[in-house]
């Protein structure tokens, strides 16, 4: 049931008008709420429900023992229990297929033909979401710095909440618990909010990133050597606004949907492209989950309190499991490059950052602001290859391309001129449309404006009569039919 579908939109107004009917029975409101949930989950394989009510219920029951005991062995057993059930779960879905492969060709190389059991099953919908989100409960439980939840009823919704249940926000229990046991407070400027985000969300998903998809990116992607070194390197920018406007799209209208029911998620992106470095991007791009890895990873493993080299290698380990878990069950060789590649950025980074005495560059000139993110920028474009490619036959046909223009305009620059002709396999855009050069300009502008401005809309929006908002709405729904494709474009963070 995807967010930019009818279906969604239907479903979304029965379970906020469901929800506030019930507002005054508190059990009933959120077993409806989680039943709702399990229907929103089930539209898409209902077989894989057991999956995630396997989760919860082994969740529950550990959060309790956990909670509980007094004895450090005990609680240590469920925690592992814990643990080893959901990334069990996780590896076997995500990372099994791999590893049998790469087992099975080892021990045929070692003279024994055995061939491990592939697992021919799709991998679930939004796994490693409510897979961290459930063990982000026992561990605070375990440390002391969380109440189990008194009622099942109450810990099943927060796992299953369905806005965020299939592509995040990664929402922990200490966030959203108290807010489902709470009475809720009907709150209009929530509910105008709640509808501004989501007309926002659906904005960047229907009107740019699914544009941006099948009429640039798709097409040079699957094809690289049909257009120019210029026309490539368009469709790197345009992968890299796709990709940011489909994913913080989903996040828009998941925190829109839960407003409409007085909730409140937590925002995943702060305007990434503005980031001046790769740690900085890394502070505003999926913001849940480089917290999530920082809290229950990075300082657990000692952070950056212990010794120099051990405070790499733990920024390396992370930086290097941020990076495979985007990908490795799909193409291993591709993503194991992009994550050595964001891991080197990252430890680089610091590296050359504390060997000049910075501890922070926000007493920088805005021209050297400007040129750092301009930088950022450049290395986030560029490394998407990894991120969007099929295999590293296409991650290499796309740098050929991009290299083999680079030299040509050298060539021009240096040598004695060459011929238009001699020059188009390099410069040519005949096949980029003055619409794409708009809407990127247009969407790069609009992600490097000030945030007031943004906020100037929003506010807007909030003083309209009701009415007027609904007109507001409408219209803009109206508008978004016109441009939708055809068929809809499933969010790309659904495969992870």
Not at 16 to 36: K, N, P, Q, Y
Not at 181 to 201: N, Y
Not at 330 to 349: D, S
Not at 433 to 446: D, E, I, N, Y
């Amino acid at each position: 049931m995807l967010f930019h579908s009818l279906d969604y939109l239907l479903f979304l107004a029965l379970a906020v008008a469901g929800f506030w009917a019930l507002a005054r029975h508190h059990l009933v409101r959120v077993s409806v709420l989680f039943a709702a949930s399990c229907l929103f989950y089930m539209a898409w394989r209902p077989e894989y429900i057991v999956l995630i009510l396997g989760s919860t219920v082994l969740d529950w029951v550990a959060g309790h023992r956990i909670h509980r005991a007094s004895a450090p062995r005990t609680r240590k057993l469920w925690l592992s229990a814990s643990l080893a059930g959901n990334l069990g779960l996780l590896f076997t879905f995500k990372y099994y297929n791999f590893f049998a492969v790469e087992i099975g060709e080892l021990l045929t190389t070692w003279g024994l033909p055995v061939s491990l059991p592939f697992l021919e099953a799709a991998l679930p919908v939004g796994i490693s979401f409510y897979t961290f989100q459930t063990l982000s409960y026992t561990i605070d439980i375990y440390r002391g710095r969380l109440e189990p939840a008194k009622s099942f009823v109450h810990f099943a919704a927060f796992v299953t909440y369905f806005p965020q249940l299939v592509a995040g926000p990664i929402v922990r229990a200490s966030e959203l618990l108290p807010q489902l046991q709470a009475p809720p407070k009907l709150d209009t400027e929530r509910l105008s909010r709640g509808l501004f985000l989501i007309v926002t969300g659906l904005v960047k998903k229907v009107a740019i990133a699914d544009y941006l998809a099948l009429n640039l990116v798709d097409r040079v992607f699957d094809q690289p050597e049909m257009f120019s070194g210029v026309e490539v390197v368009v469709a790197l920018y345009g992968f890299t606004m796709q990709l940011y406007c489909d994913f913080s799209g989903y996040t828009d209208v998941a925190r829109g949907s839960a407003m409409l029911m007085g909730f409140e998620l937590p925002e995943n992106f702060d305007r990434p492209y503005q980031a001046t470095s790769p740690a900085d991007f890394w502070r505003r791009w999926h913001m849940t989950l480089s917290r999530w890895l920082r809290d229950y990873l990075y300082f657990p493993l000692g952070g950056s309190r212990v010794g120099p080299i051990r405070a790499y290698f733990n920024l390396g380990l992370t930086m290097f499991l941020v990076g495979i878990w985007h990908g490795w069950w799909r193409n291993f060789e591709v993503f194991f490059w992009y994550a050595l590649l964001q891991t080197g950025a990252m430890v680089g980074h610091r590296f050359v950052f504390r060997l000049m005495g910075r501890q922070r560059d926000a007493s920088d000139p805005l021209a050297l602001v400007a040129f750092k993110v301009f930088l950022n920028l450049q290395f986030v474009v560029f490394s998407r290859i990894l991120f969007r490619a099929a295999s590293m036959e296409n991650a290499g046909a796309i740098g050929a391309r991009i290299t083999g223009g680079a030299e040509l305009l050298w060539r021009h620059l240096v040598g004695p001129g060459l011929t238009p002709e001699q020059l188009a396999p390099a410069t040519s855009t005949l096949q980029i449309s003055a619409g794409l050069w708009l809407m990127l300009l247009f969407t790069f502008g609009a992600h490097f404006t000030p945030r007031k401005l943004f906020t100037s809309f929003e506010t807007f929006f909030l003083r309209l009569p009701a009415p007027a908002q609904g007109l507001a709405v409408g219209l803009a729904a109206a508008l978004l039919s016109l441009v939708a494709a055809a068929e809809a474009v499933p969010y790309i963070y659904f495969q992870f």
